[in-house]
DNA sequence: AAATCACTATAAGTCAGGCT
DNA sequence: AGCCTGACTTATAGTGATTT
């Protein structure tokens, strides 16, 4: 980002690069992309990087024009994608897509986390497909330690919620399996049906809701990418 | 809520010396 | 000359506490 160690050539590759590649720079973009525009949102989908970091890519997001910042008087700071911002959204839909097509998935399954796969789902879940009434579902996956074991989406007027202990409702459906099964179902890699059937997965509680699970779970958009290699 | 700071760890780059 | 190695330097990232 700095001048001094810039890579030195006119191409427009290289300035988009200098702008992009330094770590975690094009996952902070992605990010913005599903959605997040406060400073703890950003933190929640990116777990792994630091708060002084993300601070730092901001910062230097703001200055090449990719977003801009706006502080309230009661403290909080809302960030927004530029319009030049929005026009990476089909470059890190290109990205996601190329690994989705030629990576190997058992890669991806490398790296499971049970909060960043509740996260996506969140945003994902298709509520219009959903009752209108308020909506309890449980995901619980028995390998994991107590504190991630079990987590709660709550459905209520259009609005997801994400909880890692009981909210307290009624759960409308309880869905338990292994995270591995799920992180494949939500990549498109497998199908409830297939899981429920191999009984990976397991569902149970309300009828329709479990029938029409894989239609209201909205899926990651990589799902659909065709893969080259398994 | 959104940083900021001081500190530590690690990766990347530079360069001299030795070997064939 | 060309290549490898290892010591050293610098830049970057992470941690955990603290601040506004």
Redesign the pocket.
């Known amino acids: ?2 001048e ?2 810039g890579y030195g050539q006119f191409c427009p590759v290289s300035m988009a690069s200098e702008i992009l590649c ?3 720079t094009t996952l902070v973009v992605r990010e913005f992309l599903c959605g997040s525009t ?4 950003l933190r929640r989908g990116l777990p ?9 890519r ?2 230097e997001l703001e200055q090449s024009g990719v977003i801009t ?1 706006t502080r309230s008087a009661n ?5 927004q994608l530029t319009a030049a911002g929005e026009e990476l959204r089909p470059l890190i839909i290109g990205l996601g897509n190329w690994a989705q097509r030629w990576m190997e998935s058992r890669l991806s399954l490398k790296n499971l986390d049970p909060s960043l796969l509740m996260w996506d789902m969140r945003r994902s879940l298709d509520t219009r497909r959903l009752p209108t009434r308020r909506c309890t579902i449980q995901f619980l996956y028995p390998e994991l330690s107590a504190a991630q074991k079990s987590w709660w989406l709550v459905v209520e007027d259009g609005k997801v919620d994400l909880c890692n202990f009981d909210p307290g409702y009624d759960v409308d459906l309880l869905v338990e399996g292994s995270l591995r099964s799920m992180t494949a179902i939500w990549m498109g890699l497998t199908t409830i049906r297939q899981e429920t059937d191999a009984e990976t997965l397991k569902l149970e509680g309300d009828r329709v809701l479990a029938r029409d699970m894989q239609e209201w779970l909205g899926l990651s958009v990589f799902a659909k990418t065709p893969r080259m290699r398994a």
């Open positions: 980002m700095v001094r160690d330094s770590r975690w406060r400073f703890n949102e792994k990087m630091s708060p002084a970091l993300l601070s730092k901001l910062k910042v403290g909080i700071t809302d960030y």
